[in-house]
């Protein structure tokens, strides 16, 4: 039970309201999805930034809009917040910009605990990331945050799955999410079946922790996402 005296200390740079495809909407009321405050056991405090969305993000990050979300971050640290997140993997492109600039310490995406996931098992171990889209990450995303070498990670993305695509396709329609869950656990069957070797998962989206559960249970190891890295963080503040 939270305390009703206690502050938030996480900040979390969201999209902005109103850009945020339907779809996406709906995922945001599971528990587990990053703009959930109920997937917390503590307060945090949602940011909307302006002119953060899928486009300015994911498709094609924005220098202008990384301007925009320092500024934020600035202020929320002003304000008493100890560390900053975002609602989307794909800031990771922006970790080294937001953390030298912001002052407290910034945590982008979820794919930060690939490195931790890899020693955790040996240097050399297989980890597969989960992404929203794999076409889009880059390595200038794994390189931003402390990923050095791909050597040993596989990368699937959920953009060929045909309800998970709607929801970008087709922004203003309605998703069925039971879709989307069976085929996020169809996509980590896939990833196990092709590389055997696979010792972790990581969940890039931070639509995908509702799912974590379930993949634990599918695949028997271990699941690291969003609300896992925040969790850590949150205890070490």
């Known amino acids: ?18 850009q945020v495809p339907k779809g996406l909407r709906q995922l945001e009321s599971l528990v587990g999805n990053s703009t959930n405050p109920a997937s917390y056991e503590y307060p945090v405090r949602l940011n909307p930034v302006r002119g953060a969305n ?55 995406s979820s794919l930060l605990q690939v490195p931790f996931a890899r020693q955790l098992n040996g240097p050399t171990s297989e980890i597969c990331i989960i992404t929203a889209n794999a076409e889009a990450l880059s390595p200038t995303h794994l ?44 996509t980590a069957r ?12 990581v969940l890039e989206c931070t639509d995908l922790p509702p799912y974590s559960a379930a993949i634990r249970r599918q695949s028997g190891l271990p699941v690291f996402d969003f609300i896992s890295m925040v969790n850590y963080v949150h205890s070490s503040i």
Request: aromatic share 6%; net charge negative; glycine share 6%.
């Open 54 to 108: 899928v486009h300015t993000i994911l498709e094609k990050p924005d220098r202008a809009v990384l301007l925009t979300m320092i500024a934020d971050a600035k202020l929320m640290a002003a304000q008493g917040i100890k560390a900053i997140t975002t609602s989307c993997g794909f800031n990771a492109v922006f970790q080294r910009d937001l953390a030298e600039a912001t002052g407290v310490p910034v945590f982008t």
């Open 190 to 201: 896939r990833a196990l079946n092709t590389h055997p070797g696979i010792r972790a998962f």
């Open 1 to 18: 039970m939270i305390s009703v005296v206690e502050e938030a200390k996480i900040g979390i740079l969201c999209w902005e309201t109103g």
């Open 143 to 186: 390189r931003s945050v402390g990923i050095a070498s791909q050597d040993g990670l596989h990368i699937v993305g959920l953009e060929q799955c045909p309800e998970w695509n709607r929801m970008f396709a087709e922004p203003d329609a309605e998703i069925n999410l039971d879709r989307i869950e069976q085929e996020v656990l169809a």
